[in-house]
């Protein structure tokens, strides 16, 4: 058994990591790029999202490198994405590609006692004992919590750099040491040795950034080539921002505490107390915080045809009206060209400073001349 499972953000990092340790054969689909979208929209139905597209290349990338069995996360429906397993074996079977399925639904979808039954089929080709496969899984997962909670940081931390980017810098290193990381205990000490790079950096506090929250679509909120490296412009721009939907997050909301936070966030959330599909809830739950919690501005984020997130929108475009929310919706499609989106983030953030400004005017804090 040869396994392969989709491109999405860091997961190639965190599945070498654990199989790797665990004595798994995988192979890893070659990087997300241009050419790997326009090969799976050619083999895609038309009118299916982004996503889906990019995954075809993935598996198709990984069938030429020999893998036969596909693990693939899902959450059966409502949204396209619980369909995604089997519409991906039909398009995927046409182009002679006869893998063998291992679907992840979310425990809530299919009950614990299949959950279980399905990730016994992933790691039914090693030679661990039951012991030593729990302990990579809770270290892998330990993994993706620190590096998460690292990214977290220099996103919140990287405009107070004094030397421009050097946050920036040490998170991308930080990753490109885990892509090269002999085993899970490197790549614990590799996150260990950038946390301490990170505390050592010199920052100026006197700086006071604009802070928003970055939202939307799960696969454009993980995956750096689907938002066309949103969180490097912003960190360009010398904004803080803050994302919560990551890999980690979707393992503990759908693998490990499955019904607790749902059923919170429902009565919690007068906008959209129903789910809807993807994650548009959690879309929407993100905006509550933005006047509770001081930010700026928010930015949502999805992929051409995204249907959960268009309902999002339509949320985010009341609360705009009626009560002033700044928010920036960014549509990414397929073609290539970065320097639209750049322009409209660039316009974003300069609206925002100004309003920042006319702010400190009108209540006095600020001279309306010389703007000190
Ligand atoms: S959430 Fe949106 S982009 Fe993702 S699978 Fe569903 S419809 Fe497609």
């Known amino acids: 058994?040869?396994?392969?499972?989709?491109?999405?953000?860091?997961?190639?990092?965190?599945?070498?990591?654990?199989?790797?340790?665990?004595?798994?054969?995988?192979?890893?689909?070659?990087?997300?790029?241009?050419?790997?979208?326009?090969?799976?929209?050619?083999?895609?139905?038309?009118?299916?999202?982004?996503?889906?597209?990019?995954?075809?290349?993935?598996?198709?990338?990984?069938?030429?490198?020999?893998?036969?069995?596909?693990?693939?996360?899902?959450?059966?429906?409502?949204?396209?994405?619980?369909?995604?397993?089997?519409?991906?074996?039909?398009?995927?079977?046409?182009?002679?590609?006869?893998?063998?399925?291992?679907?992840?639904?979310?425990?809530?979808?299919?009950?614990?006692?299949?959950?279980?039954?399905?990730?016994?089929?992933?790691?039914?080709g090693s030679p661990c004992r039951k012991r030593q496969i729990l302990s990579a899984l809770s270290e892998t997962y330990s993994i993706i919590k620190n590096f998460e909670k690292l990214e977290a940081e220099v996103r919140m931390l990287s405009p107070y750099d004094c030397r421009r980017g050097a946050s920036k810098s040490i998170l991308r290193n930080c990753r490109r040491g885990l892509e090269k990381a002999s085993d899970i205990s490197n790549a614990l000490e590799i996150i260990r040795e950038s946390r301490r790079e990170l505390e050592e950096l010199d920052r100026d506090k006197e700086r006071d950034p604009l802070r928003f929250l970055v939202t939307g679509e799960i696969y454009t909120q993980i995956d750096a080539f689907g938002n066309h490296h949103v969180e490097d412009i912003l960190m360009d721009l010398g904004v803080s921002f803050e994302k919560s939907i990551s890999i980690g997050w979707w393992i503990r909301n759908t693998i490990l505490n499955p019904f607790g936070g749902m059923l919170s966030e429902a009565k919690k959330n007068p906008l959209m107390p129903h789910r809807i599909g993807g994650y548009a809830k959690e879309t929407v739950?993100?905006?509550?915080?933005?006047?509770?919690?001081?930010?700026?501005?928010?930015?949502?984020?999805?992929?051409?045809?995204?249907?959960?997130?268009?309902?999002?929108?339509?949320?985010?475009?009341?609360?705009?009206?009626?009560?002033?929310?700044?928010?920036?919706?960014?549509?990414?499609?397929?073609m290539g060209g970065e320097a639209g989106y750049l322009t409209r983030i660039e316009a974003f953030v300069d609206m925002l400073y100004r309003k920042r400004e006319m702010n400190d005017v009108l209540s006095g804090n600020r001279c309306g001349v010389c703007k000190h």
């Open 285 to 334: 739950n993100e905006a509550l915080r933005w006047k509770k919690e001081g930010f700026d501005g928010i930015i949502q984020m999805f992929p051409v045809g995204c249907m959960p997130e268009i309902v999002a929108k339509s949320v985010f475009d009341g609360l705009a009206k009626d009560e002033g929310l700044p928010v920036l919706t960014i549509v990414f499609d397929e």
């Open 1 to 124: 058994m040869k396994l392969t499972f989709p491109r999405i953000g860091d997961s190639h990092i965190y599945g070498r990591l654990l199989f790797q340790e665990i004595g798994i054969d995988i192979v890893i689909p070659a990087p997300n790029s241009t050419e790997g979208l326009e090969r799976g929209s050619a083999k895609a139905p038309e009118d299916i999202c982004l996503p889906f597209k990019i995954m075809i290349d993935n598996l198709l990338s990984a069938w030429e490198q020999g893998a036969d069995t596909v693990v693939m996360p899902a959450t059966m429906g409502p949204c396209r994405l619980g369909e995604y397993g089997e519409l991906l074996a039909v398009v995927l079977r046409k182009q002679g590609c006869d893998y063998r399925w291992i679907l992840l639904d979310a425990l809530s979808a299919v009950g614990s006692k299949e959950l279980l039954h399905r990730l016994g089929q992933v790691v039914e």
